[in-house]
């Protein structure tokens, strides 16, 4: 399954075994660029570490607990993007993405954040769309600032980041806010 973004030069596609390689390239040509901000960087030593995360992603979407997707470009694999989980009771969501350093200022996150809050309102029909992301980063924050969302408080000390506590800001959409403006023309599922 793809998903079409709002720019002809970006796509998703859920990611797969045969994807191994190129998510374990795109981490290990950006660790210290990644590492700033994902506590995962350090534990990703090899292409036998990136299919057991590939494996775990294949069982959230096997329990229809949310996906998770490369971010592509005709240059190949640029990040990952996808749903933490589905709280299915309650119809929300959140957002987790990273992008290799030679991809940022691209706008290929914004694309893509875009592409999959709609796939989440329209598609899975959920409520909420949550982005979290460290405090101090400030150009993970800018993506959910930029398309709307709406920033509601600070969560102290609540990610263990190797050696510290960072805190993250929190910012919402709901359904009922995702304006035909924010969509511009995203998300349609494919085969491509």
């Known amino acids: 399954m793809f998903l079409l973004t709002d720019r002809d030069d970006v796509w998703l596609k859920l990611i797969d ?25 350090d534990g990703t030593k090899s292409v036998d570490d990136t299919l057991s995360f590939i494996k775990s992603v294949q069982e959230q979407y096997g329990r229809n607990d949310g996906i ?45 954040c875009r592409a999959l809050t709609t796939f989440a309102f329209d598609y899975y029909q959920l409520n909420r769309v ?25 969560l102290h000390e609540v990610e263990w980041l190797y050696d510290h506590f960072v805190d993250h800001v929190v910012y919402a959409m709901m359904a009922g ?16």
């Not at 795109?26 to 700033?36: G, K, V, Y």
């Not at 971010?71 to 993405?97: E, M, P």
């Not at 304006?179 to 349609?188: D, F, H, L």
Request: net charge neutral; aromatic share 10%; with cysteine.
């Open 130 to 154: 949550e982005v979290r992301a460290a405090e101090d980063n400030h150009a993970s924050r800018a993506i959910p600032q930029r398309l709307g969302f709406r920033e509601e408080g600070i």
């Open 68 to 112: 998770q997707t490369g971010i592509w470009t005709k240059d190949g694999l640029q990040g990952i993007i996808g749903f933490h989980a589905v709280d299915w009771v309650n119809r929300k969501t959140s957002l987790g993405y990273w992008l290799s350093a030679d991809a940022v200022g691209n706008g290929y996150m914004t694309a893509a």
């Open 177 to 192: 806010d995702w304006a035909p403006e924010r969509r511009q023309g995203s998300t349609v599922v494919a085969n491509r």
């Open 17 to 41: 075994p045969s994807d191994a390689q190129a998510i374990f390239s795109c981490i290990d040509r950006s660790r210290d660029h990644l590492r700033a901000w994902l506590p995962f960087v």
